[in-house]
C-alpha cells in the first residue's frame, strides 16, 4: 500500500469469489484506471486478507494514487455480530472480516454481499440504467442476488435484502421433493438447481454424464438432444425462482450475472416461462444481460463509497 494520502475521488474496488479475486481502481466519472485479477486462495482466511492487501498495493501504485476501498464478498457481515454469515466460502463464516480488513488496510472499508455489488453497478450504468427498481442475480459458483430501489440498495437489518438462493424451488414437481442437498443445510434450495454446480449435478443426475456448464452450453449449441433437456429444465426451475421475486419486489428489469448469465437463450426463454407464475394479468417482464460483464460486482464494489 502506498502512504500517499487518499485521494477521495479515487474509488478501489474488490470482488472477492470463490475461485478468484479481481480489483479495479476507478477515477472519476467511473473510467477505470488500473485493474488486476488473481486466484484466491481457497480455504485459508489469513491468505486471504493478505491477498486483499496485495491487491490493493497494485492498484495503488499503478493508480498513483491511494483511494477508498470498497468490497464485494461472498455472504455478509451479520449487523448483530460483526461477523460473517452465509458464505459460500465457508471459511470466511465467523469471522471478523470487516475489521480484520481494516486494520490490515488501514483504513475504513465498506463491505457488501457480491450480488448486492453486481445490483449497484448494473442500477448505476449497466443493464438496469434509468429503470426504477432492479433485481441483479448472480448465476455462478453460488446464487447470489441483490435489490436496488431508487439507485439505494435495499439492506436491511439482517443483510439478507435480495438474497433468494436458499428459497426452495418454488411449484417442485414430485421428482424435484425434496431435492438435492445444499451446503447451508436444508434441501432443494433454489442454489442447488440453478447455480452453475447445480445446473452440473442435474445433468449428471439424469445422464450420468459429468460435464462442465460451458461444455453443456456448447453441446446445446450443437443441438445435442440430452443436454438441451438439462437446459430446459433449468431455464424451467430459473423461471419459477425468479417468478417468486417478481411477485414480492415486482422489479422493472432483472439482470442475470455470474458465469450462466453467458446462456443466451435465458433472456428470450425466461419471460415466457415465468408468465404463468407471475400474479398479474399481462406481465411485461424484462430480463438482460449485464452490461459491464464480469466487471460489474468489482464495479459496485468500488461504488458502495459513492457511485458517480
Ligand atoms: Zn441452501
Same mark, same amino acid.
Given at each position: 500500500m502506498i502512504d500517499s494520502p487518499v485521494d477521495a475521488a479515487m474509488r478501489l474496488g474488490i470482488d472477492l469469489g470463490g475461485s478468484k479475486i479481481a480489483g479495479v481502481a476507478l477515477g472519476p466519472g467511473g473510467a477505470t484506471v488500473a485493474e488486476h485479477r488473481m486466484a484466491a486462495p481457497r480455504g485459508d482466511y489469513a491468505a486471504t486478507l493478505r491477498a486483499i492487501g496485495d491487491m490493493i498495493a497494485k492498484l495503488e501504485q499503478e493508480a498513483g494514487a491511494g483511494g477508498t476501498v470498497g468490497i464485494g464478498m461472498p455472504g455478509s457481515i451479520s449487523p448483530a455480530s460483526g461477523l460473517v454469515q452465509n458464505a459460500n466460502s465457508t471459511w470466511l463464516n465467523g469471522k471478523a472480516f470487516g475489521r480484520d480488513l481494516e486494520i490490515h488496510l488501514r483504513r475504513p472499508v465498506r463491505l457488501a454481499n457480491d450480488a448486492n455489488c453486481f445490483a449497484l453497478s448494473e442500477a448505476a450504468d449497466g !443493464?438496469? !440504467?434509468?429503470?426504477?427498481s432492479v433485481f441483479g442475480v448472480i448465476l455462478g459458483t453460488g446464487c447470489g442476488g441483490g435489490l436496488v430501489f431508487d439507485s439505494r440498495l435495499i439492506d436491511g437489518p439482517h443483510s439478507i435484502g435480495g438474497e433468494w438462493g436458499h428459497n426452495p424451488l418454488p411449484w417442485a414437481t414430485a421428482d424435484e421433493h425434496p431435492g438435492p442437498l445444499c451446503w447451508c443445510g436444508?434441501?432443494?434450495?433454489l442454489e442447488t438447481w440453478v447455480s452453475g454446480p447445480g445446473l452440473e449435478a442435474d445433468h449428471a443426475r439424469v445422464t450420468g454424464v459429468a460435464l462442465t456448464s460451458e461444455e453443456i452450453a456448447a453441446r446445446a449449441e450443437r443441438g445435442e438432444t440430452q443436454v438441451r433437456a438439462t437446459l430446459e429444465r433449468h431455464a424451467s426451475r430459473l423461471a419459477r425462482g425468479l417468478a417468486h421475486v417478481v411477485n414480492i419486489f415486482d422489479p422493472s428489469v432483472i439482470v442475470l450475472g455470474g458465469? &450462466?448469465?453467458? &446462456? !443466451?437463450? &435465458?433472456y428470450a426463454e425466461l419471460p415466457v416461462r415465468m408468465a404463468p407464475y407471475v400474479? !398479474?394479468?399481462?406481465p411485461d417482464l424484462r430480463v438482460k444481460p449485464p452490461r459491464c460483464g464480469d466487471a460489474s460486482g468489482v464495479r459496485g464494489a468500488a461504488w458502495l463509497w459513492g457511485t458517480p
Amino acid at each position: 500500500m502506498i502512504d500517499s494520502p487518499v485521494d477521495a475521488a479515487m474509488r478501489l474496488g474488490i470482488d472477492l469469489g470463490g475461485s478468484k479475486i479481481a480489483g479495479v481502481a476507478l477515477g472519476p466519472g467511473g473510467a477505470t484506471v488500473a485493474e488486476h485479477r488473481m486466484a484466491a486462495p481457497r480455504g485459508d482466511y489469513a491468505a486471504t486478507l493478505r491477498a486483499i492487501g496485495d491487491m490493493i498495493a497494485k492498484l495503488e501504485q499503478e493508480a498513483g494514487a491511494g483511494g477508498t476501498v470498497g468490497i464485494g464478498m461472498p455472504g455478509s457481515i451479520s449487523p448483530a455480530s460483526g461477523l460473517v454469515q452465509n458464505a459460500n466460502s465457508t471459511w470466511l463464516n465467523g469471522k471478523a472480516f470487516g475489521r480484520d480488513l481494516e486494520i490490515h488496510l488501514r483504513r475504513p472499508v465498506r463491505l457488501a454481499n457480491d450480488a448486492n455489488c453486481f445490483a449497484l453497478s448494473e442500477a448505476a450504468d449497466g !443493464a438496469g !440504467a434509468g429503470s426504477r427498481s432492479v433485481f441483479g442475480v448472480i448465476l455462478g459458483t453460488g446464487c447470489g442476488g441483490g435489490l436496488v430501489f431508487d439507485s439505494r440498495l435495499i439492506d436491511g437489518p439482517h443483510s439478507i435484502g435480495g438474497e433468494w438462493g436458499h428459497n426452495p424451488l418454488p411449484w417442485a414437481t414430485a421428482d424435484e421433493h425434496p431435492g438435492p442437498l445444499c451446503w447451508c443445510g436444508r434441501n432443494g434450495c433454489l442454489e442447488t438447481w440453478v447455480s452453475g454446480p447445480g445446473l452440473e449435478a442435474d445433468h449428471a443426475r439424469v445422464t450420468g454424464v459429468a460435464l462442465t456448464s460451458e461444455e453443456i452450453a456448447a453441446r446445446a449449441e450443437r443441438g445435442e438432444t440430452q443436454v438441451r433437456a438439462t437446459l430446459e429444465r433449468h431455464a424451467s426451475r430459473l423461471a419459477r425462482g425468479l417468478a417468486h421475486v417478481v411477485n414480492i419486489f415486482d422489479p422493472s428489469v432483472i439482470v442475470l450475472g455470474g458465469g &450462466l448469465s453467458k &446462456l !443466451a437463450h &435465458l433472456y428470450a426463454e425466461l419471460p415466457v416461462r415465468m408468465a404463468p407464475y407471475v400474479f !398479474a394479468e399481462h406481465p411485461d417482464l424484462r430480463v438482460k444481460p449485464p452490461r459491464c460483464g464480469d466487471a460489474s460486482g468489482v464495479r459496485g464494489a468500488a461504488w458502495l463509497w459513492g457511485t458517480p
